[in-house]
C-alpha cells in the first residue's frame, strides 16, 4: 500500500510531488509552508496563523480576495496553521488546475505589494473573533493552553497555542507581515503537491511555469527550542469554567512525531480509549459510568509530543475516583501488558484507518496533504508504506514498555476544569491558573 | 514561457463527469438494496436507511427515535454490546449513526474482505438489537448527561430556541437528543414498540458501495437482510408535507441569557420550504449567492468588511416536511447591534433594493455546477447521495440533471424566489449572549421588546 509519486525539485527550492488518481475528474493542489506557531516568540504568539488569514486577501496580481476566481470555478479551498506547519489547499476540476496554480504562485511570490492597513486590521478582528467563537466562549475552551503553558517552558514555542494570546495577536503590526512572508514564505520552504485526474509530466511542467519564477530567498532561521526539562514531580492545576460537568485532562511528554515509540503510544491510545471496548470506557463509562465520556491521544509534533487523556465525570461523580480509575488502568497494562484481542483489534483498526486515508485526493489528510507531511517531516514523500509499517510492527511487548516509560505517574500534569464558584471539585492540591 | 500575471487563466473545457451506475434490486421482504461498484480503496459500505427520524417521536416523548437508534449498537443477536464491538474492531469496521429530523442512517464500513461480516453485523443490529435493561439505563443517563453539557454551548442552545419558536409542537419542533423530561420518564417498553411498529424492510433502503461487483454487494444484503419479515401489515408512514405548520410566534426577537459571553450567537429567519418543491435548484443558487460560500453576501459584509464575525451562512435546510431558512453567524458581543441590523439588510436588499447581479449570478451557479464532480468521489459520498434519493424520492436521473437545472437559472428567477422564500415579516431572532450588554442596543432595532428565554 503506498501514495505513488513523482517528484522533482525547482531551482528555487519548492519541491513538486504529483500524485495520479483516474478516478474523479478533480485535482488537489496542495501547498505547505514549513512554518508555524513553532516560529514565533513570546509576545508576538498567533501570528503564524493571523498571517495565513492575510493569504487569502488577494496578492498583486489579483487582488480582488482569493475566494472569488476559485469558488466561481468550483473550488472547494481552506487553509490552516498549527504548532510546525501552515497548508492552503484547492480542490478544483480538472480544468481549473491551471487557475489554482496561478493563484497559489501570485500569492507565494507577490503577496506584499497589496497588502493593506485595512486588509490587516480586518483579519485581526475576523481572527479575534475566530478566538472568540472556539476558545473563549466555548466549554473547556481554555484547557489546552492551560496544558501547554505547563509541559513547556516560557521561551518554548510549544507553550502556547496557535490561536495565541488575544493581547498578542492585537499588538500584532503590518510592519511583522512582511518580515515574516520575506522570511518564511519562499519556495525553498515550502512543498506543492497536486494529486488527481492529471498527466503527472504535463503537471509537472504547469507547476514549474508558475513557481519556477519566484526567487528563492535565504534559508528561514532555525528553530532554536530551549531545552525542556522533563516533568519529575507530578503537577495539579485547575481553573473554573462555565461548565455543567468537571472534566479532568491528564498529560504527560511524549516522543515526537515519527520518533520511536510515537506509533506504540498511539495504539496504547487506541486501547484505552477508543471505542467501546478499550479499557477506559468500557471501565469508566460502560461498568461503572463514573464518565460522562473518555479519549485519549498521542499528539506527537517536530519539537515533541504529548500524551493526553480526557475524562468528564458523570454528575455526582469525584475527578478523585476518575484520577484513581485510570491510574489503575495504566497500572494494569504496564504490570500485563495488552491482550491477543487488542492486539488483534488495534492492528485491524490500523490497517482500516490507512486504507481510508487513501480515499481522497484532497483537503486536510487526502493524500496530497499526507505527501507533503511526509515531504515536509520526514523528507520523504513516499513514507506512507513505512510509516504503516511502524504500525504493524507494533507488538505487545513494546506497548507494555512504551506505557512503562512514558506514562509514569510522577511526570504528569493533571488539570482539573470544574464550574465556577466550585473549586473544591479540582484535584486536592491543585494550583489555579489563569487562562484568557 | 513566462507566466502572464495580466489576466488569469482562462478555464480549460469542463471535464465529463461519469456518475455512477446505481443499481436498483427489492429483496422479497420489500427491503430496498441499492448498489454501487467502487473500486478506488479495498473498503465496502453498507448504509441503512430508514426514513423515521426524531420528527416520528410520539406527542410527548422527545428523543424517543434517537434513543432506539442509539440502542442498536449495544448488543444485538447473539452478541452483548463488547462482543459487537470487539467483532468490527476485528473486521476494521467504522460505525456511524445519526438521526434527523426525517431519517435514521446507519453506516458500517470495513474492509473489503470483510464484506460479509459486516453486512450480517449491521441487519443484526437493525433487525434484531438485545434491548436490554442495563443498556437502556446506561444510554439513558448519557443522553441526560449530554443534555446538561449543552447548557454550555451557545450555538446548541440558539438552535434549539430558534427551532422551538419557530415549530412548537410540530413534529419539527425539537432536537433529536429530546428533553430531560422525557427522557427520564421514557421506558425500555417504549423503545422497544418504537423500533417494532417502526423498523421493517419495506420502509428500509440498504446502500451497499464499495470495492465488490454488483452481484456480490447483492448476495452480502440478501444474505444478511432475506430473513428480516415483519407479521403485522403496517401503516405507511405520514408524509411530513402535509403536517400543518405553525402560525409566526408572537416573539420576534428573543434572547437567551449567557453572562459575560465573548460573543452573541444569532440564529435568523423563519420555517422554509420542504425538499420536495420545484424550486430547489433556483433555491440553491439564491442561497449559494446571499450566504451558501465564502464569497456570499452575507460572509463579505459581516465577515470582511465589518470583522464582526468568524463567519456567516445562510442555508435553507431542506427536509421531508418545511426545515427552516436560517442564518447563523456567532458575533462580538459588542457589535451585536450592528451584526444584526447588517444582517436584516441583506436578507431584505436581496429580494429588491440590491437583487442578485449577473456576476453574482454567474458566480454562484459555476460554484455549484463546477463543483459539483467533487462530490462524486469516494463511495461514502456516493451513498450517501444515493440515499438523499432514496428519501427525497428524487428521479433516477436527479444527479445528471442537476448541472443543467441550475444553469437554466436567470436572475429573475432568484430575485422571485427570493421574494417568495424569504419573509422579513416572518423573522425570528435568536440572541444567545449576555442581556447587559446587548440588550440596549437590540431595543433601537425596532423589532419590540425582545422576549428572554429561559428554560429551553
Redesign the interface.
Known amino acids: 500500500m503506498n501514495i505513488p509519486y513523482t517528484r522533482q525539485t525547482l531551482d528555487n527550492g519548492l519541491d513538486v510531488l504529483i500524485h495520479e488518481d483516474h478516478g474523479c475528474p478533480i485535482v488537489a493542489v496542495n501547498l505547505w509552508y514549513h512554518v508555524g506557531s513553532k516560529n514565533e516568540t513570546p509576545g508576538r504568539t498567533g501570528f503564524a496563523h493571523l498571517f495565513e488569514h492575510l493569504m487569502f486577501e488577494g496578492s498583486k496580481h489579483y487582488d480582488k480576495g482569493y475566494f472569488h476566481p476559485l469558488q466561481e470555478a468550483g473550488a472547494l479551498l481552506n487553509g490552516s496553521t498549527n504548532a510546525d506547519r501552515t497548508n492552503y489547499w484547492e480542490v478544483v476540476p480538472t480544468n481549473a488546475l491551471e487557475l489554482a496554480l496561478w493563484m497559489e504562485s501570485d500569492r507565494m511570490g507577490y503577496l506584499l505589494p497589496a497588502l493593506t492597513d485595512a486588509k490587516f486590521e480586518n483579519q485581526r478582528e475576523v481572527v479575534l473573533n475566530e478566538r472568540r467563537q472556539n476558545y473563549e466562549n466555548r466549554p473547556y475552551g481554555f484547557a489546552g493552553m492551560a496544558v501547554m503553558a505547563a509541559l513547556y517552558p516560557e521561551d518554548h514555542p510549544y507553550h502556547w497555542m496557535t490561536i495565541g494570546a488575544a493581547e498578542d495577536i492585537r499588538a500584532a503590526h503590518i510592519d511583522d507581515v512582511r518580515a515574516f512572508f520575506q522570511t518564511y514564505y519562499r519556495p525553498r520552504n515550502a512543498s506543492l503537491a497536486l494529486a488527481g485526474d492529471i498527466d503527472a509530466g504535463e503537471a509537472m511542467e504547469l507547476a514549474a511555469r508558475y513557481f519556477g519564477e519566484l526567487d528563492a530567498g535565504d534559508e528561514p532561521p532555525p528553530v532554536l527550542p530551549p531545552a525542556v526539562a522533563p516533568v519529575t514531580v507530578e503537577r495539579r492545576l485547575f481553573f473554573e469554567d462555565r461548565v455543567e460537568l468537571p472534566r479532568l485532562y491528564i498529560s504527560w511528554h511524549s516522543p515526537s512525531i515519527f520518533a520511536t515509540d510515537d506509533a506504540e503510544l498511539d495504539l496504547v491510545a487506541e486501547i484505552l480509549a477508543s471505542g467501546k471496548t478499550s479499557r477506559l470506557y468500557r471501565t469508566l463509562v460502560y461498568e461503572e459510568r463514573m464518565a460522562t465520556e473518555v479519549a485519549a491521544s498521542q499528539s506527537s509534533r517536530e519539537l515533541g509530543g504529548y500524551f493526553q487523556i480526557i475524562v468528564t465525570a458523570a454528575p455526582g461523580r469525584t475527578l478523585t475516583e476518575l484520577a484513581q480509575a485510570i491510574s489503575d488502568a495504566i497500572e494494569t497494562l504496564v504490570v500485563e501488558g495488552p491482550t491477543v484481542p487488542e492486539m488483534d483489534r488495534c492492528q485491524a483498526q490500523a490497517e482500516a484507518n490507512f486504507i481510508f486515508r487513501l480515499q481522497t485526493v484532497g483537503g486536510f489528510g487526502g493524500k496530497s496533504d499526507q505527501l507533503n507531511a511526509y515531504n515536509t517531516f520526514v523528507g520523504d514523500p513516499g513514507f506512507f508504506g513505512r510509516d504503516l509499517d511502524r504500525y504493524r510492527r507494533v507488538t505487545a511487548a513494546a506497548m507494555q514498555q512504551v506505557a512503562r516509560e512514558w506514562l509514569r505517574p510522577e511526570q504528569r500534569v493533571l488539570l482539573s476544569v470544574v464550574p465556577k464558584g466550585r473549586g473544591t471539585l479540582a484535584l486536592a492540591g491543585s494550583q489555579p491558573v489563569e487562562v484568557s | 514561457?513566462?507566466?502572464d500575471?495580466?489576466r488569469?487563466?482562462a478555464?480549460?473545457?469542463?471535464?465529463?463527469?461519469q456518475f455512477p451506475e446505481i443499481r436498483r434490486h427489492t429483496l422479497s421482504n420489500g427491503l430496498r438494496v441499492w448498489t454501487v461498484e467502487h473500486h478506488?480503496?479495498?473498503?465496502v459500505s453498507f448504509l441503512a436507511l430508514l426514513p423515521v427520524g426524531a420528527s416520528a417521536d410520539p406527542s410527548g416523548r422527545p428523543g424517543l427515535a434517537a434513543i432506539a437508534s442509539d440502542m442498536l449498537?449495544e448488543g444485538c443477536g447473539e452478541l452483548d454490546?463488547?462482543e459487537l464491538?470487539?467483532t468490527?474492531?476485528?473486521?476494521?469496521?467504522?460505525l456511524d449513526s445519526e438521526i434527523g429530523s426525517d431519517a435514521t442512517i446507519l453506516t458500517l464500513?470495513?474492509?473489503a474482505r470483510f464484506a460479509d461480516r459486516a453486512c450480517a453485523l449491521l441487519a443484526d443490529m437493525l433487525t434484531r438489537p438485545r434491548f436490554e435493561a442495563r443498556d437502556f439505563q446506561?444510554v439513558r443517563?448519557?443522553r441526560l448527561?449530554?443534555l446538561?453539557?449543552l447548557?454550555?454551548?451557545?450555538p446548541a442552545l440558539a438552535d434549539r430556541a430558534f427551532t422551538r419558536l419557530l415549530y412548537r409542537d410540530h413534529p419539527y419542533g425539537h432536537m433529536p437528543l429530546g428533553t430531560e423530561e422525557s427522557l427520564q420518564s421514557m421506558t425500555l417498553g417504549e423503545v422497544t414498540a418504537f423500533h417494532h411498529s417502526m423498523f421493517a424492510p419495506s420502509r428500509m433502503t440498504i446502500v451497499a458501495a464499495g470495492d465488490a461487483t454488483h452481484d456480490a454487494l447483492v448476495a452480502s444484503v440478501q444474505a444478511a437482510f432475506e430473513g428480516w419479515s415483519t407479521t403485522s401489515a403496517l401503516p405507511d408512514l405520514p408524509d411530513p408535507v402535509l403536517w400543518p405548520l405553525p402560525p409566526s410566534p408572537d416573539e420576534r426577537i428573543a434572547i437567551v441569557h449567557r453572562p459575560a459571553?465573548?460573543?452573541s450567537?444569532l440564529r435568523i429567519g423563519h420555517i422554509g420550504v420542504p425538499r420536495r418543491t420545484p424550486d430547489y435548484h433556483v433555491l440553491l443558487v439564491l442561497n449559494i449567492i446571499l450566504g451558501g460560500?465564502?464569497?456570499s453576501r452575507i460572509n463579505m459584509n459581516l465577515?470582511?468588511?465589518k470583522?464582526?464575525?468568524?463567519g456567516a451562512r445562510t442555508s435553507f435546510d431542506f427536509r421531508r416536511g418545511a426545515g427552516p431558512f436560517v442564518l447563523s453567524a456567532?458575533?462580538?458581543s459588542e457589535v451585536t447591534t450592528e451584526s444584526v441590523s447588517e444582517a436584516l439588510n441583506e436578507l431584505r436588499a436581496i429580494r429588491g433594493d440590491r437583487p442578485v447581479t449577473s456576476a453574482e449570478l454567474?458566480?454562484g451557479r459555476?460554484?455549484l455546477?463546477?463543483?459539483?464532480?467533487?462530490n462524486?468521489?469516494?463511495?461514502?459520498q456516493i451513498s450517501r447521495g444515493a440515499a438523499q434519493l432514496a428519501l427525497y424520492d428524487l428521479p433516477d436521473d436527479y444527479f445528471s440533471t442537476f448541472v443543467p437545472k441550475v444553469l437554466a437559472i436567470d436572475e429573475a428567477a432568484v430575485t422571485r424566489a427570493a421574494e417568495q422564500y424569504i419573509d422579513p415579516a416572518r423573522f425570528v431572532t435568536v440572541i444567545v449572549g449576555d442581556r447587559e450588554k446587548i440588550a440596549p442596543g437590540v431595543s433601537r432595532l425596532n423589532m419590540g421588546t425582545p422576549a428572554e428565554l429561559t428554560s429551553i
Open positions: 514561457m513566462a507566466v500575471r495580466t488569469l487563466p478555464l480549460g473545457v469542463t471535464p465529463p463527469l478506488a480503496v479495498p473498503l449498537d454490546a463488547m464491538h470487539d468490527l474492531g476485528r473486521i476494521g469496521g467504522h464500513s470495513s474492509l446506561r443517563e448519557l448527561n449530554r446538561i453539557q447548557r454550555d454551548l451557545a459571553a465573548a460573543q450567537e460560500q465564502f464569497v465577515r470582511e468588511d470583522g464582526y464575525t468568524y456567532s458575533v462580538q454567474q458566480t459555476a460554484a455546477t463546477r463543483g459539483y464532480p467533487r462524486f468521489e469516494t463511495a461514502e
